[in-house]
């Protein structure tokens, strides 16, 4: 494998089905599957002693559970992306991932072709919702923006800037910084400078959260997220 590869922690509890998932993506050179494990307790000691660049989540898992997985996964490593592959596909649920800044969402049976390129780009920074996730982030927050939440309103002396606004719109639409760096003709470094910023200014711990906050407060506009 090459050194550039995409370093992936299986956590997937069906046999067969990881077996799959396993053949499938190893015919990608860019993408690495560097553990299998059947639990979460197990996953989480994983990521304590190796490294790796995505977590490929299922939400039905014995002993504590996908969500919970999830959640310590997420306090413990914040900036370690978690992709949930799941056959469930509750409002419920995907409002808890959002909440616990999980990276992407997709459904068992997505297209290989769809799932690999979910992956990249949540390796990469972005953010990937299959298309129930997204109508279901839309309609939660069409319906809540009526009642915003008080403590979630920006302060007027912390705005966010009009290129911090254009940045924002384009995190939303699933662009990685260098995509963002060649549309609007800066470097990376500095779209990761004004994505710290977007961030410390919404109050929030990723790049998944910003978009989600931003919808809801109409900071940028719903047709913009992506949709896959």
Aim: glycine share 6%; proline share 4%; hydrophobic share 45%.
């Amino acid at each position: 494998m090459p050194s550039t590869s995409i370093k992936i922690l299986l956590v997937e509890d069906d046999e067969l089905f990881r077996l799959g998932l396993r053949v499938r993506l190893q015919q990608e050179a860019e993408l690495e599957i560097v553990a299998e494990v059947e639990d979460g307790e197990t996953a989480i000691e994983l990521i304590n002693q190796k490294s790796f660049d995505v977590v490929l989540l299922d939400v039905g898992l014995p002993g504590i559970g996908g969500i919970e997985t999830c959640r310590q996964i997420k306090q413990q490593n914040p900036q370690l992306p978690v992709l949930v592959l799941t056959s469930h596909s509750q409002k419920s649920l995907i409002a808890q991932l959002v909440e616990l800044g999980a990276q992407g969402y997709c459904l068992k049976g997505v297209a290989a072709e769809k799932l690999v390129l979910a992956l990249r780009s949540v390796a990469a920074g972005a953010s990937w919702w299959d298309e129930t996730a997204t109508k279901e982030i839309r309609s939660t927050f069409a319906s809540d923006s009526g009642q915003p939440n008080s403590e979630n309103i920006l302060k007027p002396s912390n705005p966010l800037t009009q290129r911090e606004l254009e940045i924002l719109s384009l995190l939303a639409a699933g662009k990685t910084n260098q995509e963002i760096a060649l549309t609007l003709y800066i470097t990376p470094g500095t779209v990761r400078v004004h994505v710290h910023a977007i961030l410390h200014k919404l109050g929030v711990g990723d790049r998944t959260q910003a978009v989600v906050v931003a919808l809801q407060k109409r900071l940028i506009k719903s047709d913009l997220i992506v949709e896959e």
